[in-house]
């Protein structure tokens, strides 16, 4: 066993295949030989079988031939024919002892060979009967021949059953050797596959005994070898084969081995290693302590040192100072603008210095004994006294004071001291030192800004935030004036903006500065009169007894208004509108009630500006209205709104329609119909009165072109325009653009625009008026003698037609005034302009008219202004 131990893994895997391979061989071989012997015995059967019985039949058939060529011979007893039988006989009987040879090569077994001895005895029986019946029929014996010749039957017979027998047997032989053959091919399968199968087993036994020998050694240096990465180092192979895993085992245990050895000496290395670490720690330790303890007296030594030269400069200032103090003091007292003063509490001893003598005007002799709180002004006094009380309470390190001092004039300067008090050690002061400053000039700088931020700086007037501060002098305050009515009065300059934005803003300071001058001059002294801003003023007027005093005073400053502005050498007629708040019934805070004037103001613009009006709560409605409108009114031109009636003026002479005014009617779906008076002026304000003024314009010559196709050539259209249009720098453009883009004769168009201050003031106004009646188109001055009605814009503008405002028609029953509308008439037609009436209502004025020759009459005698289809039929009656 030893010894198979001892082999190496390579002989043992050579020996187990050659093993395997030599088993296989000798089962091949005798396989082989099998195979080889079935061969043979089918070789030799197969020669017998073809050969033997062969030869045997034709030993029998020439037997037969041969007695049938004898008898032949006997019966025609032809002795010419016996040569050529015994030629034959020779001749079958030499082929018979050859088939005969050649049959005992093949003889097998010892049957075969006594079969084959009867035959030939036979044989050699017949050969003798047939040599003595050859002997008779040579002798011609015939009857003798006959007798052998039967013999020679007999024996003949027992040959063919002798060959018959042999031919048997030789089946029989033929059938075993078959079997034989059978048999062997049986065994040769047999063995073959027994070869297979247990050649199978064999390497499957074998191949597996090697893998598992193998494996299992395999196996178990994985297993040690996984315990080796495991660190597990005590572990051994135990193996007792020496091939080459064998070695291995060998090899890892030794591996293991020194292994172990070396993490042993690791370990004790390592030991040795943190017991010198931890030796390095405690030294790092104690020397960190060390350090600690070196910072903590280093970090005091720089304390000390600081606090040493902190103490030395010190003591150098200090020296410094005492060798300077006297002459320092000295300076100080001298060249300081303050003044410097210490008080001596405890001996009551006052010191100033020169300055403040200086600031005062007094004489240090002469004013030696005066006490100098008796010059601080009574109104401070108190103060001043109150704040060094309370330093000495809380003994506080300095104090300010600012305060007024009665100056050797009698004049109050004002002082800023600063001082600091000295307690002793039992917390009294013993002293008290500090400065004094002029602040007189600061104090009115103060002052003046002060000024500034509640003063307005165009007209000098209180503004909004002063009124705001002072307000509670005049409203909600408890006391002295809660009995009292006040009024607060808003003023607002009409159109002014147009004057600022036509004449320019240097015009409108100057205009703003002389309004505030007259409202000044009309004030009472105790009133306040504020500007809030642009062209809005507040008049405060205090204890007011009821409303008929506000209302004279409003009366007085329309009229205060009346005599025209000269700013600049240009003469204008300024209005204004008032809207009046009274405290407290309106409200109680200043806010309220300027709110409440504004609306009541908006209230006396929306009757026509120039008159005043007091607040009542409705009037918050009439605000609430007019924003409606305003609303509605920024999209009634793009949502088709707006619609124009027509009215026709009738022209005196003829009785008969000569010519239609455009009126503007708007149908807004959230506010019902609203009246041109309603929102033509908010239209003004807003400006939205040019979109719409050219929707007028162009739609008015579209119903007159209109017109002029349904025959009426010679009718024209007067169109309202607003003073807001005229002053766009393009209304002529706009206009020439409709005549153009429509075409028609500007013959036809008649502009109606109404007396306004703008007129007057803005030049380019009647520049642009030239320019329109140059192409033909007329210009009617609009209710003329209502507003500013000056006969000089008859002078002064390219009008052609004069409308006389309806109050005058109103009027033409009063005798008195009767006169007026005839001069009207009068003088129009010195003027060479046409005249038109407009509102007339009865016959009776239409008579007067008549009378008086006025060119045209508009009114609802004739007809409403009615809508554009019932405008044309009204021309065709
Ligand atoms: P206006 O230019 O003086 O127009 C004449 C006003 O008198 C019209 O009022 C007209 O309906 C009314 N009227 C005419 N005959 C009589 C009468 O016999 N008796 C009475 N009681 N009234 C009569 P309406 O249409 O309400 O227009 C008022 C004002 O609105 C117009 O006064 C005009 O200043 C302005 N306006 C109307 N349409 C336009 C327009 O398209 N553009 C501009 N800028 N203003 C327009
Ligand atoms: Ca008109
Ligand atoms: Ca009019």
New binding site residues.
């Given amino acids: 066993m030893n010894f198979i131990y001892r082999l190496r893994m390579r002989s043992k895997l050579i020996i187990a295949f050659t093993a395997i391979s030599l088993f296989s061989g000798v089962m091949g071989l005798v396989a082989l030989k099998n195979i080889r012997d079935l061969n043979n015995n089918s070789v030799i059967m197969h020669d017998r079988n073809s050969r033997v019985i062969k030869d045997i039949t034709l030993v029998k058939s020439n037997l037969v031939q041969i007695n049938l060529d004898i008898y032949m011979v006997l019966d025609e007893k032809n002795s010419n024919k016996v040569k050529t039988l015994v030629d034959e006989i020779n001749r079958l009987k030499n082929q018979d002892d050859n088939l005969l040879a050649d049959y005992e090569k093949h003889i097998v077994d010892s049957d075969d060979r006594k079969l084959f001895g009867d035959l030939k005895n036979i044989l050699s029986v017949y050969r003798q009967y047939r040599e003595r019946l050859l002997e008779y029929i040579d002798e011609g014996n015939y009857d003798k021949a006959w007798i052998v010749y039967n013999d020679l039957e007999i024996v003949s017979e027992n040959i063919v059953k002798n060959t018959e027998n042999y031919i048997e047997y030789n089946s029989r032989v033929a059938e075993k050797y078959d079997n034989s053959n059978k048999q062997l091919y049986h065994d040769t399968i047999i063995s073959t596959i027994t070869i297979g199968v247990l050649g199978f087993i064999v390497s499957i036994f074998v191949g597996h005994f090697i893998a598992y020998r193998i494996s299992g050694k395999i196996k178990t240096i994985l297993d040690f070898a996984k315990s080796l990465t495991e660190g597990n180092l005590e572990h051994k192979i135990t193996m007792k084969s020496r091939d080459e895993i064998g070695q291995l085992a060998i090899a890892l245990n030794k591996a293991a081995d020194k292994r172990r050895e070396y993490e042993e000496n690791l370990m004790s290395s390592y030991e040795e290693l943190e017991a010198s670490y931890e030796e390095v720690r405690a030294l790092e330790q104690e020397l960190r302590e060390k350090y600690n303890d070196l910072e903590a007296s280093f970090e005091e030594i720089t304390a000390l040192e600081q606090e040493l030269r902190e103490k030395y400069t010190e003591i150098s200032i200090n020296e410094e100072l005492l060798r300077n103090n006297e002459e320092w003091y000295k300076l100080i007292t001298e060249a300081s603008y303050d003044a410097l003063w210490d008080w001596n509490i405890k001996e009551g001893k006052m010191f100033f210095s020169d300055q403040w003598y200086n600031i005062l005007g007094y004489d240090r002799e002469e004013t030696k004994d005066i006490d100098w709180t008796k010059l601080v002004n009574e109104e401070d006094y108190e103060r001043l006294q109150n704040v060094i009380k309370e330093n000495w309470e809380n003994k506080s390190s300095v104090f300010t004071i600012e305060y007024r001092i009665k100056d050797v004039n009698g004049i109050y300067t004002w002082m800023q001291t600063i001082g600091k008090t000295l307690f002793d050690s039992e917390g009294k002061p013993y002293r008290l030192a500090g400065s004094h400053k002029n602040i007189t000039d600061i104090k009115e700088y103060q002052h003046r800004l002060e000024y500034i931020a509640y003063h307005d700086y165009l007209t000098d007037l209180p503004n909004r935030q002063y009124m705001h501060k002072v307000a509670e002098q005049y409203f909600d305050k408890k006391g002295v004036y809660e009995h009292n009515k006040t009024a607060l009065i808003f003023i607002d300059i009409d159109n002014f903006k147009y004057i600022n934005d036509t004449l320019g803003h240097n015009f409108g300071d100057f205009l703003i500065c002389a309004i505030a001058d007259r409202l000044n001059r009309i004030k009472r002294e105790d009133d306040l009169l504020v500007r809030l801003g642009g062209d809005e003023f507040v008049i405060v007027l205090n204890s007011i007894e009821d409303r008929a005093q506000v209302e004279n005073f409003c009366t007085a400053m329309l009229e205060c208004f009346e005599t025209s502005f000269n700013v600049d050498s240009n003469y204008l007629q300024v209005t204004s509108s008032i809207g009046i708040a009274i405290y407290p019934e309106d409200g109680k805070v200043l806010d309220d009630l300027l709110t409440k004037a504004d609306i009541a103001m908006y209230r006396s613009k929306s009757l026509g500006k120039n008159n005043y009006t007091f607040f009542h709560s409705g009037m918050n409605d009439k605000v609430i209205e007019r924003m409606e409108i305003e609303k509605y009114l920024r999209n009634a031109l793009d949502k088709n709104e707006f619609i124009l009636y027509y ?1 026709p003026q009738v022209d005196a002479n003829s009785g008969m329609i000569c010519s239609f ?4 009617r708007w149908n807004s779906p959230e506010l019902g119909f609203v ?3 309603r929102f ?1 002026t908010l239209a003004e304000e807003n400006h939205r ?1 040019i979109d719409i ?1 050219n929707w ?1 314009l162009r739609s008015a010559c579209e119903f007159i072109k209109e017109v002029h196709i349904n025959g009426h050539d010679k009718c024209y259209i007067s169109i ?3 003073v807001i249009q005229l002053m766009q720098s393009d209304f002529v453009d706009n206009v020439l653009k409709i005549i153009n883009d429509i075409t028609i004769d500007p013959n036809c168009i008649e502009l ?1 625009i ?1 007396e306004s201050i703008f007129i007057e003031t803005y030049d380019n106004i009647s520049e642009k008026l030239n320019r329109l009646r140059e192409i033909g188109i007329k210009i009617a001055l ?2 003329f003698g209502k507003g500013y009605s000056s006969l000089s814009y008859l002078k002064q503008l390219p009008i052609s037609t004069l409308k006389i405002d ?1 109050t005058f028609i109103d009027d033409v029953a009063e005798e008195h005034k009767i006169s007026l509308v005839e001069n009207i008439i009068d003088i129009g037609h010195k003027m060479n302009l046409k005249v038109v009436a ?4 009865t016959e009776e004025q239409l008579n007067y008219l008549n009378k008086h020759s006025c060119d045209r009459i ?4 004739f007809s409403r ?1 009615v809508p554009q289809s019932e405008a044309i039929s009204l021309l065709n009656r």
Wanted: aromatic content about 6%; glycine content about 10%.
């Fill in positions: 009215q005014e455009a009126l503007i009246p041109p008076d033509i009165i003024g007028v309202n325009v607003s109606e109404t609009d209710d309806k407009e509102g007339v209502e508009q009114g609802y005698y202004p």
